[in-house]
Each structure stands twice: as structure tokens, then as C-alpha cells.
T-cell receptor, first 113, second 114 residues
Framework: AQSVTQPDIHITVSEGASLELRCNYS??????LFWYVQSPGQGLQLLLK??????LVQGIKGFEAEFKRSQSSFNLRKPSVHWSDAAEYFC???????????FGPGTSLSVIP | DGGITQSPKYLFRKEGQNVTLSCEQN?????MYWYRQDPGQGLRLIYY???????QKGDIAEGYSVSREKKESFPLTVTSAQKNPTAFYLC?????????????FGSGTQLSVL
């Protein structure tokens, strides 16, 4: 069965520090992968997606993610975190054969001054 | 403005009662989804629909029912068979092949049991 794991339940980083959020997936075929962010008052929003091609994808708000097939991973990165990045981050995998999107449990990010 | 509207924002259910959560979209999207969000469990898929008059069960469909009579509307009924209905419910839509997997979410409904 398809699944997504996010090993870190909660991460705290200092403003200006770099960030990496981990995501691992289980899927038999070439995956469609996504990162979504849930901010208070703004709902859920797509940050970036990977379908094929270049394994390093750029998203909104300065985020990027790298697809590594050998590790079944799709980690999210940002070189310098801003206080406004504090939110819940969800990794997701698209199951095209069933036309559905499966989400991971999420990682809560806190940013300290 | 185009978007997804969920109502009500807060809903309370009494024992043995069925309640219906509304979801309307004016984005002209074919696909619509219902997710349940519980702390620490992420978003779990309840039901989804790719076309009018057709829908499929997600991973946690037991105790829920849906209908898709119109493209714009995808209401979710939480039946009395759902023994633990307290959660945050999110509706989403997607435009399918053109931008597959990019979902647009509503602002959610918080359901609580009295």
C-alpha cells in the first residue's frame, strides 16, 4: 500500500538558520510527490511538486525539495528560515492509478528569534 | 473570487445523529476530496470523486457517506456509525490532468460531539 512517513513530529530552528524536513514514501511506481504547508489563518497551500525530470524542484517562498529514488525520499529544504515559515508541513504522494493523494502525518515547525 | 467554501465552520453532533458538512467550489474542478485531520495523524482520505455521480472510498470511509450530484458540490455526511467523529474536516478540489495533484483546500469544519 502507498504511504508517506515524516520522521520528525516537531522541529525548532532559529530564524536565519537552514532547514531540512524529511519525507519518505512507499509506492511501487514512479511517484508524484508534493509538499503542502498549513499556516494558521491561511489554510493548506501547495509549496512544490515533483512529477518527473530534474530531481531538484523549486517552489514558492524560497523552498526546494530533492527527489532521491534510491532512498525513497523527498526532503524539503530552505537555506534561511523566516519567522513567517512557522507552520505545519505535509509531504504527500499522488497515486495516479487511483487518482488520489495520500498525505503524511506532518511536521510542525517552530521558529525562534 | 474562485475558491472552495466549507460550511459550517463549527458543528456539534449529538449521540446518534447524522450531520452533513457542506463543500462548494467555483473553480470548475472535476475532482473533489474529503480529508479528516487529527493531531499527529496528518490528513486521512475519507472519500473522493473524479466526476459527477461517481465517487470512491478513501482509507477511512466507514461511518461516512457522500454524494456528487453537481460538479460544484460534494457534501459529506457523518453518520451515527462513526463512533469517533470529533476532528477537523477539510474539503479539497483539483483540476485533474492539467495540473494533477495540485489541490485547493477549503478553510475546514471543526466537528465536535456533544
Amino acid at each position: 500500500a502507498q504511504s508517506v512517513t515524516q520522521p520528525d513530529i516537531h522541529i525548532t530552528v532559529s530564524e536565519g538558520a537552514s532547514l531540512e524536513l524529511r519525507c519518505n514514501y512507499s509506492y511501487g511506481a514512479t511517484p508524484y510527490l508534493f509538499w503542502y504547508v498549513q499556516s494558521p489563518g491561511q489554510g493548506l497551500q501547495l509549496l512544490l511538486k515533483y512529477f518527473s525530470g530534474d530531481t531538484l524542484v523549486q517552489g514558492i517562498k524560497g523552498f526546494e525539495a530533492e527527489f532521491k529514488r534510491s532512498q525513497s525520499s523527498f526532503n524539503l529544504r530552505k537555506p534561511s528560515v523566516h519567522w513567517s515559515d512557522a507552520a505545519e508541513y505535509f509531504c504527500a504522494v499522488g497515486v495516479t492509478s487511483y487518482d488520489k493523494v495520500i498525505f503524511g502525518p506532518g511536521t510542525s515547525l517552530s521558529v525562534i528569534p | 473570487d474562485g475558491g472552495i467554501t466549507q460550511s459550517p465552520k463549527y458543528l456539534f453532533r449529538k449521540e446518534g445523529q447524522n450531520v452533513t458538512l457542506s463543500c462548494e467550489q467555483n473553480l470548475n474542478h472535476d475532482a473533489m476530496y474529503w480529508y479528516r485531520q487529527d493531531p499527529g495523524q496528518g490528513l486521512r482520505l475519507i472519500y473522493y470523486s473524479q466526476i459527477v455521480n461517481d465517487f470512491q472510498k478513501g482509507d477511512i470511509a466507514e461511518g461516512y457517506s457522500v454524494s456528487r450530484e453537481k460538479k460544484e458540490s460534494f457534501p459529506l455526511t457523518v453518520t451515527s456509525a462513526q463512533k469517533n467523529p470529533t476532528a477537523f474536516y477539510l474539503c479539497a478540489s483539483g483540476q485533474g490532468a492539467g495540473d494533477w495533484g495540485k489541490l485547493f483546500f477549503g478553510s475546514g469544519t471543526q466537528l465536535s460531539v456533544l
